[in-house]
Each structure stands twice: as structure tokens, then as C-alpha cells.
Antibody, heavy 129, light 105 residues
Framework: QVQLEESGPGLVKPSETLSLTCTVS??????????WGWIRQPPGQGLEWIGS???????YYNSSLKSRLTISIEPSKNQFSLKLTSVTAADTAFYFC?????????????????????WGQGTHVTVSS | DFQMTQSPSSLSASVGDRVTITCRAT??????LNWYRQKPGKAPELLIY???SLQRGVPSRFSGSGSGTDFTLTITGLQHEDFATYYC?????????FGQGTQLE
């Protein structure tokens, strides 16, 4: 049973870098079966996909965040991480890490399928001075 | 980006009721539509993928249908734990996008 757990500072100052880590247990980030990604949710609002990465470095980013965003995978620690630079109050949100399959069940093709089957419990990040 | 619109935004129901939530895409997304349930203070959990496939472990009272631009989630026999917020999400195009949510109360 895979488990994902987010960790990182709960408070970040404006203009600084938000850094979060997701630790995976019960699966390997190197397995090749899944993409590993991040989704956020401002308090009381809806869900926004941030980006996802495959073990070989192939990645998809939300274009609205791409200029500030880096997602990376650390196989030795079985973790993946998120870095978002130049944050503002608009980046205040719950941040979730999530796993999605490298398989399209509708076509049988192997490709990134952003179906978020497994989630971490989420971590709240506030951007404030 | 593909916009997803859910209706209603909120819905009042009682235990045992049958409820239906709809989701509309601005463009044809085939059957690349997923449904999630989010309980207060928790992460979303996948219920339905591919418009109508039940995620493993999800109770059979949940069902989904639709293709193209119009989709529905039906819950037959509401349970206490189903009073939550429901989101649809398209996985046809990058970026994947979510509906605004339907709060079941």
C-alpha cells in the first residue's frame, strides 16, 4: 500500500522560495509505473495541478507556474520535491503530493495519465512576512 | 486550458438519497473524466476514472457516466461519509483541470 507524506516549512516570506518534499513508502519513485506530482488548494477553494515528473526526468508543468517551478526526484531517498520561487500571498495553499499512472487505460498506451490515484495528506503553506 | 463546470455548486440531501452531480467540459474530452471526493480537512480521493470505471476499493454506490462534454456522478444510497465536496477533473489535456466543486450537505 503506497503512502505519500509531504514535509516542509509552513511559513515562507514573500519573494522567497517555497520548498516541499514528498516521501514515498510502499513504492519506488524509480518504478517507471507512475508519475509523481504536486497539486495545491488555496483555503476554501478548488484544486490546481502544479506539475508532475517521471523517474527519468520527463516532466509536465502548469504553464501558469512554469517560470517559477522546479520538480525533482531523489531516488536515493525515495522522495520527490517541489521548489517554487518568488512566492506571493497567492501561493498560500494546501499542497498535496500525488501519484498518477504511466498508462492510459482507455487506449492501452503508455503515457502520462493525470489520474491522481494516491495522495499525501497535504501540508499548509502560508506566504507572509 | 480546458474549463470544467460542475452543477450544482451545492446540494442538500439526506442519508439514503440518490444524488446526481454533473460536469461539463468546454471541449470534447472523450471519456477522460475523473471524479474525486474530498472530506473536510482531508486530501481528495479518486472515486471514478475514465468517466465510468470504479476505482478499486470504492463502494459500488458510486457510478459515473458520460462522454464528450457531459458527465454525471451518481451516488445511490448516500452514507454519512459522503457529505463532502466532489470534484470532476479532465485528464485529456495538459494541464489537467478540475471543476469548481460540488458541496454535498
Amino acid at each position: 500500500q503506497v503512502q505519500l507524506e509531504e514535509s516542509g516549512p509552513g511559513l515562507v516570506k514573500p519573494s522567497e522560495t517555497l520548498s516541499l518534499t514528498c516521501t514515498v513508502s510502499g513504492d519506488s519513485v524509480n518504478s517507471g509505473d507512475y508519475y509523481w506530482g504536486w497539486i495545491r488548494q488555496p483555503p476554501g477553494q478548488g484544486l490546481e495541478w502544479i506539475g508532475s515528473m517521471y523517474y527519468n526526468g520527463n516532466s509536465y508543468y502548469n504553464s501558469s507556474l512554469k517560470s517559477r517551478l522546479t520538480i525533482s526526484i531523489e531516488p536515493s531517498k525515495n522522495q520527490f520535491s517541489l521548489k517554487l520561487t518568488s512566492v506571493t500571498a497567492a501561493d498560500t495553499a494546501f499542497y498535496f503530493c500525488a501519484r498518477s499512472p504511466y498508462y492510459d487505460s482507455l487506449t492501452g498506451f503508455y503515457k502520462f495519465q493525470p489520474v491522481f490515484r494516491n495522495w499525501g495528506q497535504g501540508t499548509h503553506v502560508t506566504v507572509s512576512s | 486550458d480546458f474549463q470544467m463546470t460542475q452543477s450544482p455548486s451545492s446540494l442538500s440531501a439526506s442519508v439514503g438519497d440518490r444524488v446526481t452531480i454533473t460536469c461539463r467540459a468546454t471541449q470534447d474530452i472523450s471519456k477522460y473524466l475523473n471524479w474525486y471526493r474530498q472530506k473536510p480537512g482531508k486530501a481528495p480521493e479518486l472515486l471514478i476514472y475514465g468517466a465510468s470505471s470504479l476505482q478499486r476499493g470504492v463502494p459500488s454506490r458510486f457510478s459515473g457516466s458520460g462522454s464528450g462534454t457531459d458527465f454525471t456522478l451518481t451516488i445511490t444510497g448516500l452514507q454519512h461519509e459522503d457529505f463532502a465536496t466532489y470534484y470532476c477533473q479532465q485528464s485529456y489535456s495538459i494541464p489537467p483541470t478540475f471543476g469548481q466543486g460540488t458541496q454535498l450537505e
